[in-house]
């Protein structure tokens, strides 16, 4: 802020969102996970990914706290990625401006549509654009981007519906859906001539979106987005972002106090399993109320069986493994990212292989074989591949030698 002069911005992109976070890991498990699944499974899946999140994720709602906090504050932007592909940074990441004592502020649009209500189309939007009015705001368009991931949460917290991921899967096809796609809201601002601010919406739906169409420079946006409500109460700083370092702390602090305890007490009075917990729960009486407590596991994703690593391969990618990911024992069928993985340590997993392995694991590969017994095997392929090639140019140069070639 104190390098701002007034009139600048502050621009904070590909930020992820925490009010999405459940959301985004229900994409990816329902995408990951066998159709055969059952739904508690799948619960279980989510809330312990969410749980060992290791990037930080954070609310926009924060930067609104941020202006609250600051009077050189006058304006906060949230905008949507653009993209067509959907993906995890057009679904689940933002953009924000801060602006700095702004000297220029539009007024807002003198009414605002509510797109249920008035059960507005995408015919109709273009309608009203055509008539070309200064300002057009719509709060409440279906997002199509999130449609399917919040369908998917709204399944899991019900007792009705499929009890398998194959069947909740088809009951989505089947579905009617008119969710709009943002790039069709982009494209269209700009056939006619406007710039478009496209917010999460203030309707408090994480499937909904708020879109403010305005005349003016499509490239440079200059306004405070008019579709926000008004401030929520203050909270604790710690509540508008979730705590990446919680996941490191988990996985350093487990092994050293089971290698600890192993040291000092007998076998059979070691814990088999350690909660790291940032508090206690207590009963009104401040006793610790052991009907909270979580049960045993649900902090770190395990194998549900464990079988030791038996190839040289095996071994040596357990070992990497378990140092990258901080925890004490790696199975054959244990798989990286529900063991804590994430996109991050998959590169340095790959890095690690490279260099212990002498091969060039292509990144992919890790998210399609992300069992350890399958990513041994594809890296033992690898391995034989280079010296087949290495042994052929070998006897290449020879037989060029031998006969005067080279």
């Not at 203050?234 to 487990?254: E, G, H, M, Q, S």
Request: glycine share 6%; aromatic share 8%.
């Amino acid at each position: 802020m104190a390098a701002v002069s007034p009139g600048g911005r502050i621009f904070v992109g590909d930020v992820r969102n925490l009010p999405l976070l459940k959301a985004f890991h229900a994409s990816v498990q329902c995408h990951r996970a066998e159709g055969g699944t059952r739904k508690s499974q799948l619960r279980h899946l989510i809330e312990n990914d969410v749980e060992l999140d290791a990037e930080l994720v954070i609310d926009p709602a924060f930067f609104v706290a941020l202006k609250d906090q600051d009077d050189r504050i006058s304006d906060v932007e949230i905008f949507l990625k653009r993209g067509h592909s959907q993906n995890e940074l057009t679904r689940f990441r933002y953009d924000a401006f801060l602006h700095v004592e702004a000297t220029h502020r539009p007024s807002p649009p003198d009414a605002w549509l509510d797109w249920r209500q008035e059960r507005l189309t995408l015919a109709d939007l273009k309608r009203r654009l055509a008539s070309n009015p200064r300002a057009l705001g719509v709060r409440g368009i279906p997002n199509a981007r999130l449609v399917v991931a919040v369908k998917a949460l709204d399944w899991l917290a019900s007792e009705e519906g499929p009890e398998t991921l194959e069947g909740f899967k088809r009951a989505m096809a089947s579905a009617c859906d008119e969710a709009i796609e943002p790039e069709l809201l982009w494209s269209l601002a700009e056939k006619h001539g406007y710039a478009l601010e496209l917010c999460y919406s203030s309707t408090g739906s994480d499937a909904r979106i708020d879109a403010l169409f305005r005349k003016g420079d499509i490239l440079v946006p200059d306004a405070v987005f008019w579709g926000r409500q008004a401030n929520s109460p203050a909270k604790p700083w710690a509540a508008y972002a979730n705590n990446p370092l919680k996941v490191k702390l988990v996985r350093d602090l487990r092994p050293r106090l089971r290698k600890y305890l192993g040291e000092a007490l007998p076998d059979y009075m070691v814990p088999g399993d350690f909660v790291i917990l940032e508090r206690l729960p207590l009963t009104p009486n401040g006793k610790v109320d052991r009907k909270a407590l979580p049960a045993p596991g649900s902090t770190v994703a395990t194998a549900a069986v464990y079988v030791p690593p038996e190839t040289p391969t095996e071994k040596v990618l357990a070992e990497l493994w378990q140092r990258i990911l901080r925890i004490d024992r790696v199975g054959t069928k244990d798989n990286f990212f529900e063991s804590g993985g994430h996109s991050l340590l998959a590169m340095q997993l790959v890095g690690r292989i490279r260099d212990r392995f002498g091969v060039d694991l292509p990144l992919k590969n890790l998210f399609q074989r992300p069992q350890l017994s399958d990513l041994a095997a594809r890296i033992d392929i690898l391995s034989s591949t280079a010296r087949a090639r290495q042994e052929t140019a070998t006897a290449r140069l020879a037989a060029g030698f031998e006969y005067g070639e080279v």
